[in-house]
């Protein structure tokens, strides 16, 4: 009796699940089906399927956003991002579990604290800094600007997943004559490697399909747009090609949607791990 109990429960759970998963995919589902119409179309009827495949959308917002040129731009922004993001938050991490004392925690929770602040908060000022230190409308002051909004919660997963590595390590490490650095890079940083792929993983899901960032630091400069951006482009004031919009969307998250299909298995594996180890 109580296994046909958990049974029913577990497909109950199931079907919930499925349900929830198909409400958070509606919306990709129209934007995908919304790029495959005319601007006719889109406007009759925006729940329809499409009755004619209009492929053509493809072509020209590939050609009129310059496609390859904003895909570049994205790949340095976020590549850049989550280089200081995982070099400055495992190095800061590692130090901070490994040192005890009331300093050490109260660095600590200044370093994570940040996650409790909304960005719109602190937008302006973020803003009037960048333009002060001369990093907005470029690319890398772009990816600079992510170092300090991704790191709090890249140091968050780390301090907690060094905190389950044994110390011995460290001391044996030492003992052979190993520096600060090579101790770090070379013993500790590949213990590291299933919490850094979920880390790489989550912020490039974040960096590359970012809109309001980039808006404020490189909305006035074509050359230096990023995919999401793009996009916004086709929306305006008196007029608005929905379709390319649409079309535009979605060849700006077919990468990151990619990226974590492929990978989306080693999230799981290293927040498990790190809430283990912790």
Not at 98 to 111: A, Q, V
């Amino acid at each position: 009796m109580k296994t046909n109990n958990n049974r029913a429960g577990r497909i109950i759970l199931e079907v919930v699940l499925v349900i929830l998963s198909l409400l958070f995919l509606y919306p990709l589902f129209l934007t995908i089906i919304n790029s495959l119409k005319s601007f006719s179309e889109v406007m009759t009827d925006v729940i329809a399927l499409p009755k004619h495949l209009t492929l053509s959308n493809y072509s020209y917002v590939w050609k009129f956003i310059n496609y390859p040129r904003l895909f570049l731009n994205n790949f340095v922004i976020t590549g850049l991002g989550l280089l200081g993001i995982v070099f400055v938050s495992s190095i800061a991490a590692y130090k901070l579990a490994r040192t005890k004392s009331r300093l050490s925690g109260i660095i600590y929770f200044l370093c994570i604290m940040p996650m409790l602040i909304p960005f719109q908060s602190i937008m302006l000022t973020v803003l009037q800094t960048a333009k002060n230190l001369n990093l907005s409308e470029s690319t890398w002051g772009l990816g600079l600007l992510y170092w300090g909004f991704g790191a709090p919660l890249a140091v968050f997963i780390y301090h907690g997943f060094v905190k389950g590595i044994p110390l011995e390590i460290d001391e044996s490490a030492t003992i052979d004559g190993a520096s600060s650095f090579r101790l770090f890079f070379s013993v500790i940083f590949p213990l590291l490697k299933s919490v850094t792929t979920t880390i790489v993983i989550i912020d490039v899901m974040w960096i590359w399909n970012d809109f309001l960032l980039p808006l404020l630091m490189v909305n006035g400069s074509p050359d230096t747009k990023t995919l999401t951006l793009a996009a916004y482009t086709f929306v305006g004031q008196y007029t608005s090609d929905w379709q390319y919009a649409m079309t535009a969307m979605v060849m700006a998250v077919l990468p990151s949607i990619i990226v974590f299909i492929f990978l989306q298995k080693y999230i799981v594996k290293g927040v498990v791990a790190g809430a283990v180890k912790g």
